[in-house]
T-cell receptor
Framework: EAQVTQNPRYLITVTGKKLTVTCSQN?????MSWYRQDPGLGLRQIYY???????DKGDVPEGYKVSRKEKRNFPLILESPSPNQTSLYFC???????????FGPGTRLTVT | GESVGLHLPTLSVQEGDNSIINCAYS??????FIWYKQESGKGPQFIID?????DKRQGQRVTVLLNKTVKHLSLQIAATQPGDSAVYFC????????????FGAGTRLFVKA
């Protein structure tokens, strides 16, 4: 089944404790992206990747890092999480830019 | 389910009526537009897309209209059903300033049985 998977689905952590949210797709897609979703603000793009080893900032990259060492994986790293990063996070992939994106199920992150 | 937006514009329609959801996009250089549907507790799902060289595209029960003059996009849902209740987002790919995807704030659709 073609899908985007994210782990974990739910995470509660404390300020400053490094964490990684994994994202994997099995569709051989080139374009991958991370979004955060907050009430009243819709989805805002954090980082995207056009292909392996090619990443760039979206609209809200501060406090986040990404890597794209393999085509299927695009982890999101929070080196020192803060409470303002409490949000619902989605990973997505598409064949390439200019095509529909397939979204993962979301990761609910709470930073206390 | 997950809260996807507490202060969204809301459209309430009667089952069987047609729905029209509107979106004003931000970048006149955008060349690709998409509508997504998000149900409670799930990630967004693709509904229909349109490229800037078109002004109308039809799918099954859905039609997207693009007006580049006023930077406006609309989604029409024919014979709206209870299963259409969700939050709807438009998104655009500007072809300047990188390769981003920009989402609108969303509209919540309620379908009354």
């Amino acid at each position: 089944e073609a899908q985007v998977t994210q782990n974990p689905r739910y995470l509660i952590t404390v300020t400053g404790k490094k964490l990684t949210v994994t994202c994997s797709q099995n569709m051989n897609h080139e374009y991958m992206s991370w979004y955060r979703q907050d009430p009243g603000l819709g989805l805002r793009q954090i980082y995207y990747s056009m292909n392996v080893e090619v990443t760039d900032k979206g609209d809200v990259p501060e406090g986040y890092k990404v890597s794209r060492k393999e085509k299927r994986n695009f982890p999101l790293i929070l080196e020192s999480p803060s409470p303002n990063q409490t949000s619902l996070y989605f990973c997505a992939s598409s064949r390439r830019l200019g095509y529909e994106q397939y979204f993962g199920p979301g990761t609910r992150l709470t930073v206390t | 389910g997950e809260s996807v937006g507490l202060h969204l514009p809301t459209l309430s329609v009667q089952e069987g009526d047609n729905s029209i959801i509107n979106c004003a996009y931000s970048n006149s250089a955008s060349d690709y537009f998409i509508w997504y549907k998000q149900e409670s507790g799930k990630g967004p799902q693709f509904i229909i897309d349109i490229r800037s060289n078109m002004d109308k595209r039809q799918g099954q029960r859905v039609t997207v209209l693009l007006n580049k003059t006023v930077k406006h996009l609309s989604l029409q849902i024919a014979a709206t059903q209870p299963g259409d209740s969700a939050v709807y987002f438009c998104a655009e790919n500007p072809n300047t300033g990188g390769f981003k995807t920009i989402f609108g704030a969303g509209t919540r659709l309620f379908v009354k049985a």
